[in-house]
């Protein structure tokens, strides 16, 4: 599968932004789908993830009642409903796909940035 993540830009803090992420193929609906990122000299990592079997969410503790993960099979894309931004939440955001454990497909990322 190819990924095609859009949707990033400067933002204001306590601003909005929505994230998208187009999947090619049409086997879309077998994959879990993931939102990581990655802040300037940071080690990227893992933001959420809405599951593939049956759209349950995960979020990391920093954004949960902030971020919302969804998806639009019919679309093949999932998107990042990005709520309430802080300075900190400044990255690139990467969308990855995975079959199980291991996230093995990935977007080519999309920059946030949020202004204090």
């Known amino acids: 599968v190819q990924l095609q993540a859009s949707g990033g830009g400067l933002v204001q803090a306590g601003g909005s932004l929505r994230l998208s992420c187009a999947a090619s193929?049409?086997?879309?609906?077998?994959?879990?789908m993931g939102w990581f990122r990655q802040a300037p000299r940071k080690e990227r990592e893992f933001v959420g993830r809405?599951?593939?079997?049956?759209?349950?969410?995960y979020y990391v503790d920093s954004v949960k009642g902030r971020f919302t993960i969804s998806r639009d099979d019919a679309k093949n894309t999932v998107y990042l409903q990005m709520n309430s931004l802080k300075p900190e939440d400044t990255a690139v955001y990467y969308c990855?796909?995975?079959?199980?454990?291991?996230?093995?497909?990935w977007g080519q990322g999309t920059l946030v940035t949020v202004s204090s």
């Open positions: 809405i599951s593939r079997s049956d759209d349950s969410t």
């Open positions: 990855a796909a995975t079959y199980g454990s291991t996230w093995s497909w």
């Open positions: 193929g049409r086997t879309f609906t077998k994959y879990t």
